[in-house]
């Protein structure tokens, strides 16, 4: 044992107690000294914190590189039907800047005496630049050839920044616009079978002006902003390679405007709207053979395909308002983040050729959990879902949670947090998964009263097949 007896007693001391084993891979920070550990014990509307100093050993009959630090966590038995333990590091390194290293794991109460569990450290986030808090989309993140493209609102307008190795967060941030109160910031790149890398990504944004505006990147120059229309909502889609466009945007304002794009930036159609079009929208995503599916709220949550001629392929009444919308890696499925009637959080999938359900929405998390706007946010991926949820120690602050998905949308894994940081709130997602991993880029914000935040981006630890 390496920590000696750590006590995190909620309402007071039991004989009860599990053993936490901490692992770490391939981190010379690890390898060499003792580390400077925080296990943090949440749950019923408390938070215990331990700090300590201790040394990483070789992990007995693990594979190369793999070291371990252990302790013993005391928790009584009417703490509350489960905990969240979180164990970080912060280290020195001067070559990756992704120098916070995070673990956690949900605990149901009472555990078995003796019971061991093990946390594997993963690094943490990393801080692209400064951000603005706006409400609605803030942000986008997006697989682009050998990396990620993010683009969020930063204090004179909007960033965008192309990520070849996103480990190293090297890049050059460049400023699109310089409107420093630009909102619904979102990006999308071409979507593609698993380890693809897309050749496409198309940027959007509504200014100041009211109007929203679109950037298409096929190469290493990106095309000119193109207005679209003034309106209160917009949306942007890349289309697969072998589609008859390359990519697809929507606004709504008295009533839809669908516009299809070639990668160059030139408008090459519209779609015309059906005799009784959606409205409230919420997404978009190009379908099999070229279609267009919208994600809309009003007058009831539906999900609508569209052909290019306008005429409805199919229509299905979802059981909850979409909040976030992906496609599957082979892009035979829908798939989809609900706000329920009741308040809770779910994920579904549909079947792209009819846009009907595969099956029941599973619960993410139970409305008590689930902070207001702006922290509310939620976005899924083909690879993970993610969202904001009220951390359980009473502070009214958020974390950021997520769980897996494997290739027909269902949940894989347990829920994990991504943001390191427990003195403020991580909120606003945006999840993409490319060849190089998953990652989810999010706002943290140290002062509740402000609406100025950082913007982070961290690789997600996702549960094999």
Avoid: K
């Amino acid at each position: 044992m390496r920590a000696g007896l750590l006590l995190a007693c909620l309402l007071g001391c039991s004989r009860d107690y599990v053993r936490v084993v901490v692992t770490s891979t391939g981190a010379d920070e690890f390898v060499s000294g003792a580390v400077d550990l925080e296990a943090a014990v949440i749950g019923s509307g408390r938070r215990v914190p331990v700090r300590f100093r201790t040394p990483f050993s070789p992990l007995p009959g693990a594979r190369a590189g793999e070291r371990f630090t252990d302790f013993l966590l005391v928790l009584e038995d009417g703490a509350g039907p489960e905990v969240d333990l979180r164990v970080s590091a912060i280290t020195t390194s001067t070559v990756n800047p992704w120098n916070a290293w995070s673990a956690d794991l949900r605990l149901a109460l009472p555990q078995p005496r003796g019971r061991e569990v093990v946390l594997a450290l993963a690094s943490g986030e990393a801080t692209i630049g400064p951000s603005r808090v706006v409400t609605g989309l803030g942000h986008g993140v997006a697989g682009f050839q050998n990396g990620v493209v993010v683009a969020w609102p930063e204090p004179g307008g909007v960033a965008i920044r192309v990520e070849r190795t996103p480990e190293r967060s090297a890049a050059r941030t460049q400023r699109i616009v310089d409107d420093g109160t630009a909102t619904d910031v979102q990006v999308a790149s071409r979507p593609g079978p698993a380890g693809a890398q897309p050749d496409l990504f198309a940027l959007a944004w509504r200014g100041t002006d009211g109007t929203f505006r679109v950037v298409l990147r096929h190469d290493e120059s990106p095309s000119a902003p193109v207005p679209l229309a003034a309106a209160t909502r917009g949306a942007v889609a890349c289309a697969r390679l072998g589609s008859s466009f390359d990519a697809v945007t929507v606004t709504e304002a008295d009533g839809l405007e669908i516009r299809l794009w070639s990668a160059d930036g030139t408008e090459t159609a519209r779609v015309p709207p059906p005799a009784d079009p959606p409205s409230g929208l919420l997404g978009v995503l190009v379908g099999p053979d070229s279609s267009v599916v919208i994600a809309s709220a009003t007058p009831e949550p539906l999900l609508t395909r569209l052909g290019r001629d306008g005429t409805v392929l199919g229509r299905s009444v979802l059981p909850g308002a979409p909040a976030a919308l992906a496609s599957s890696p082979d892009g035979t499925r829908i798939l989809v983040v609900l706000r329920m009637p009741s308040g809770e959080l779910a994920a579904a999938a549909a079947f792209a050729a009819d846009v009907t359900l595969t099956g029941e929405a599973v619960l993410l998390a139970p409305a008590s959990r689930l902070p207001a706007a702006p922290l509310d946010g939620v976005a899924i991926g083909d690879c993970a879902v993610a969202w904001s949820e009220l951390r359980a120690d009473g502070s009214g602050l958020a974390d950021l949670r997520y769980r897996g998905l494997d290739a027909d949308g269902r949940l894989t894994g347990d829920t994990h947090v991504v943001n390191v940081d427990l003195e403020g709130d991580a909120f606003a997602p945006a999840v993409a998964c490319t060849a190089e991993g998953a990652f989810a880029a999010f706002h943290d914000r140290a002062d509740p009263q402000t609406t100025g935040a950082s913007f982070r981006m961290r690789r997600l630890t996702l549960a094999g097949p």
